[in-house]
């Protein structure tokens, strides 16, 4: 038994250091040189240094001074710890419900009129519930909104929307989007 004992000791020790200790610092350590920012989680600044979230994560925004994000049905919203839709499907009138409520706040909100079309990022949740884009649609949309709450022209806005729009990811995948802390960060420089 000691002659089996000894050896398996030692693989043991070994294998602790190998995949314990030292791939994880390598990981660590090609990650920080070759992905940098991205690799601490993509923080974002304030304008005084001060991190204010992350260019990956959703977050809540209150008050028409803000664009907001995209609802959320991650915890309370926005929850990181508990990332998850709402796992409701096309036809419950449970979602139903909650969509067209949605829509009809968003119209309120944004002074907009039965007419208009609502992009359907602006009244659904994402799979994560974490979303930190918006559709370039959804930022327009709000555009009105924030530059009279803030006492600002339409088109100074929708210059910041173009000046945050991110493009398609890889040149092909999906649509553009804005990130909306990025842009609401920008309303305040």
Do not use: C
Not at 1 to 20: D, E, F, I, K, S
Request: hydrophobic share 45%.
């Amino acid at each position: 038994m000691r002659r089996q004992l000894l050896p398996a000791l030692r693989m043991l020790a070994v294998l602790t250091v190998l995949t314990g200790i030292l791939y994880p610092l390598a990981v660590t350590g090609i990650g920080q040189v070759v992905f940098g920012s991205k690799a601490d989680g993509s923080l974002v600044h304030d304008a005084t240094g001060a991190v204010v979230g992350s260019s990956l994560i959703g977050q809540p925004f209150d008050g028409e001074r803000w664009f907001q994000p995209r609802p959320s049905a991650a915890g309370d919203g926005y929850d990181p710890t508990a990332s998850s839709a709402s796992n409701l499907g096309p036809t419950n009138p449970e979602l139903l419900d909650t969509v067209a409520g949605r829509i009809d706040a968003y119209r309120s909100a944004n002074g907009l009129g039965a007419d208009v079309e609502v992009p359907v990022d602006a009244v659904t949740a994402s799979g994560s519930g974490l979303d930190p884009q918006i559709s370039v649609a959804n930022a327009r949309l709000q555009a009105a909104r924030v530059a009279e709450a803030r006492g600002l022209t339409v088109a100074q806005v929708d210059d910041l929307i173009d000046a945050h729009t991110q493009g398609r990811p890889l040149g092909f995948l999906g649509e553009p989007g804005v990130n909306v802390l990025e842009l609401n960060l920008a309303l305040d420089a």
